[in-house]
């Protein structure tokens, strides 16, 4: 293995670094918050990465994105293109699977079960429950990555970082997504444009264009990548929740037990097929 890393191994040693060079890591989401992500895999030495997210290059993307430039044609640039471009750029060897799909299909459901670890990267609560769904019922350890800006006086923003590493608490029972709010989006007609909208049909249903700051986007997604690096070298377990608080510039972890008898800890935990995953395609 090449001395690149050697600083690296001074903290999790040569052992850790090959085991972050055989790990197969699944990103969701390859925009203002997996962008980042993706690139401090590359950076970290991870072997393989996946990257599924369908959508082209916005105007508004080029100020956050660490993938793209700002000669990038809008149309024309798919994220997972920019992203492969990014990886490549930092470490050649590095084996990169683009799945320009949504994630709610048969190649974006391959992917997630694919990785041996998955990071969602995701603004949309429907899309979240999923992918949580998917990761417990083929027991994928998952970290999910949010962030928040919520207009005011002041403004609150920040983020958080959910590590469901071994089963002990996944983003429901640890109260970190709303439930009605994704149930809603995925119900019936309107749950069935929302789902092509979010994957590449029409846009302007979502309304998701909040606040989105790139420096804020690197935090959390650099808290995300820690805790990944954490669990795969052994250094330490993974703090299952973290909360970076930007107006105080505070980052609190918590530690609470999850709300027992959850469904997707307990019922659809290591399902796999019987979970019936399909019925969410369109």
């Known amino acids: 293995m090449s001395n690149r890393f050697e600083r690296q191994e001074r903290l999790f040693g040569r ?11 699944t990103v969701v989401g390859a925009g203002g918050v997996g962008g980042f992500v993706i690139l401090e895999l590359a950076l970290l030495g991870v072997g ?7 959508e082209d290059l916005d105007e508004t993307n080029k100020n956050r994105y660490p993938t793209a430039r700002h000669d990038d044609p809008v149309p024309g640039s798919l994220k997972v293109d920019l992203a492969e471009r990014l990886i490549m750029g930092f470490d050649p060897t590095v084996h990169v699977q683009k799945v320009p799909h ?21 603004d949309n609560e429907g899309a979240r429950l999923v992918l949580n769904e998917v990761c417990a019922a083929y027991e994928k350890p998952y970290i999910d990555v949010a962030t928040d800006i919520i207009p005011g006086e002041p403004p609150e923003y920040g983020g958080r970082v959910v590590t469901n590493w071994n089963g002990e608490g996944c983003t429901v029972c640890r109260t970190q997504l709303d ?40 935090v959390v997604a650099s808290l995300a990548a ?19 608080h930007g107006r105080t510039g505070k980052v609190t972890a918590n530690t609470d037990a999850p709300t027992p008898d959850c469904y997707y800890c307990k019922a659809v935990r290591g399902m796999r097929e019987q979970a019936d995953l399909n019925r969410y395609i369109p």
């Open 15 to 25: 052992e850790g670094q090959e085991r972050l060079r055989d790990t197969c890591v």
């Open 179 to 218: 439930v009605e709010e994704a149930q809603a989006e995925l119900a019936g007609e309107a749950g069935k444009q929302l789902r092509r909208a979010l994957y590449g049909v029409d846009r302007d249903l979502l309304g998701r264009s909040g606040p989105s700051v790139v420096s804020i986007n690197g």
């Open 102 to 122: 949504s994630l709610i299909s048969a190649d974006g459901f391959r992917g997630v079960i694919a990785g041996k670890a998955v990071f969602g990267c995701l």
């Open 48 to 54: 393989r990465i996946i990257v599924i997210e369908p």
């Open 226 to 244: 820690t805790e990944f690096v954490m669990a795969v070298t052994g250094l330490r377990k993974p703090q299952p929740l973290l909360t970076y």
